[in-house]
């Protein structure tokens, strides 16, 4: 079940005081236990009313009101997303919050509607779907900066991170471990060979054969902004954190980015190893790709390989599913090879559709 966890509000939230060094230490320890126990998805606070606005409506008017707002006590500061087995579990989890005031106060739990709770039963037209994944999450490498700048230690890497643990404790049912970069619900997305499954002890013989320091403290460079690809940042970053230790043997520490530099960096081969993702503006291979790995690419993986340019290249230029489906084959499987990135998931989520007609998304990242 999945449980909204509400901060009210308080005199000194509105007035944008923030809170003390001693309770922000707190907040961080107490976000760091439960996302590693699987049960934090997404938390953030939110600033004072006098930075937001709120939209009246009656029948077809609109009128808009900025802050701030005086009834304090009904605002909200702040919030998580948790998954819990029941609302016993929420509660528990709830009664260990540092206490977020300097006042008397509550927390509320409210649960979130999911797919099962849309009943068709009484509506034979009403069903849910799963909707295609059209989403990628990955972890680059930059092949320019060490340790990563060694393919047989980046191919390690492949097959030593489980995105299929990440899929089941993170993201909606039907969601699964990427085998390919490119959604397959993409034409052309899945020529060639899959991405090989996961093993975690041939990973750690393959690193070792391949000279890797294990002595060293590696950075892993994220942000804490949820998107469509990736609602639960920092878990998803924690239990990456987790398999690169449990599974290889490898420290790694994560890094928090600010999200308005966060890409732009990334663009410009700044970080050797990050965690990032991709939703289709087309759906076309070339959205996929040409955008990552083509000649007009940034420079987040370091250096192109001229065997995966040069099949792209051809690959825009045809019309022909089959001579299309050729060339992709040759360059997802040298992407396979050179391993710029490992893809770790794609997801799915349910819609729902009354006679053909979408209705509604029931769930999502």
């Not at 930075?51 to 707002?69: E, H, L, M, Q, S």
């Not at 999450?137 to 980046?154: F, S």
């Not at 060639?192 to 060293?216: E, I, M, N, S």
Request: glycine share 8%; with cysteine; proline share 7%.
């Amino acid at each position: 079940m999945r449980f909204m966890v509400i901060v009210k509000a308080s005199k000194d939230s509105e007035a944008g005081v923030m809170p003390s060094p001693e309770l922000l230490d707190q907040m961080m320890k107490f976000n760091e236990e439960i996302a590693k126990a699987g049960v934090m998805k997404a938390g953030e606070g939110l600033q004072a009313s006098s930075k937001g606005a709120r939209v009246y409506f009656d029948g077809d008017n609109r009128t808009v009101v900025d802050g701030p707002f005086a009834e304090t006590k009904e605002l909200i500061a702040g919030f998580w997303l948790w998954e819990c087995k029941d609302l016993n579990e929420a509660k528990e989890w709830a009664k260990k919050i540092p206490n977020p005031h300097n006042e008397a106060g509550h927390i509320e739990i409210r649960q979130l509607f999911d797919p099962a709770d849309f009943s068709s039963e009484g509506n034979p037209d009403l069903q849910l779907k799963p909707r295609e994944a059209l989403n990628v999450l990955y972890l680059g490498m930059n092949v320019n900066q060490a340790p990563w700048d060694d393919e047989k230690i980046r191919q390690a890497i492949a097959i030593g991170i489980d995105g299929g643990r990440i899929a089941e404790n993170f993201y909606p049912a039907g969601s699964e471990r990427a085998e390919y970069f490119t959604p397959c619900a993409i034409p052309g997305g899945c020529e060639g060979d899959p991405w090989p499954a996961f093993d975690a002890a041939a990973a750690k013989q393959a690193l070792t054969d391949a000279g890797f320091d294990f002595t060293k403290t590696y950075p892993l460079h994220y942000r804490t902004q949820a998107r469509s690809y990736l609602g639960d940042p920092t878990g998803v970053a924690t239990d990456i954190q987790a398999q690169f230790k449990d599974n290889l043997g490898i420290d790694i520490e994560l890094v928090v980015e600010k999200d308005d530099t966060f890409l732009g960096d990334a663009s410009k081969g700044k970080f050797p190893l990050f965690l990032l993702g991709w939703g289709a503006d087309y759906p076309d291979v070339t959205n996929f790709l040409d955008v990552f790995f083509g000649n007009g690419a940034d420079s987040k993986f370091g250096p192109k390989f001229d065997d995966i340019t040069a099949p792209l290249a051809q690959g825009a230029a045809l019309s022909d599913p089959a001579e299309r489906a050729a060339v992709y084959a040759e360059a997802n499987n040298a992407i396979r090879t050179h391993v710029p990135m490992v893809p770790l998931l794609l997801f799915k989520y349910p819609i729902a559709e009354l006679a053909d007609k979408l209705i509604g998304r029931l769930v999502g990242s």
